[in-house]
């Protein structure tokens, strides 16, 4: 079984900063590529960002270019989002997602992503 589990989300004042996690099991973790989503409520899903399954190339939407960064071990099955200089409007739920396609870039619709995790609260105070 594909299991995707994150971790790390609270509650931070804005200009703070969090680091979220994403453990995954049951897939060969190197050959997929692995993105982060968000979902606040009454919004649409929204694309955060991106990692190649070797680590070698990374993406970001618009709204967190500059401020988060991800990253992945994948000795260790994870991925990582570090987010800095959170503001009011990151508030969300945030979610981990693999990407199985082995297409030569990584995807930024959630349609393309074939795995899920349950998503970890992020709320930034004014």
């Known amino acids: 079984q594909v299991q995707l589990v994150e971790s790390g989300g609270g509650l931070v004042q804005a200009g703070g900063s969090l680091r979220l996690s994403c453990v995954v099991s049951g897939l060969t973790f190197g050959f997929y590529h692995m993105g982060w989503f968000r979902q606040a409520p009454g919004k649409e899903r929204e694309f955060v960002a991106a990692?190649?399954?070797?680590?070698?190339?990374?993406y970001y939407g618009d709204s967190v270019k500059g401020r988060f960064t991800t990253s992945r071990d994948n000795a260790r099955s994870t991925v990582y989002l570090q987010m800095n200089s959170l503001k009011p409007e990151d508030t969300a739920v945030y979610y981990c997602a693999a990407d199985r396609s082995l297409a030569s870039r990584v995807r930024v619709r959630d349609h393309d992503y074939d795995y899920w995790g349950q998503g970890t609260q992020v709320t930034v105070s004014s």
């Open positions: 990692i190649s399954g070797s680590g070698g190339s990374t």
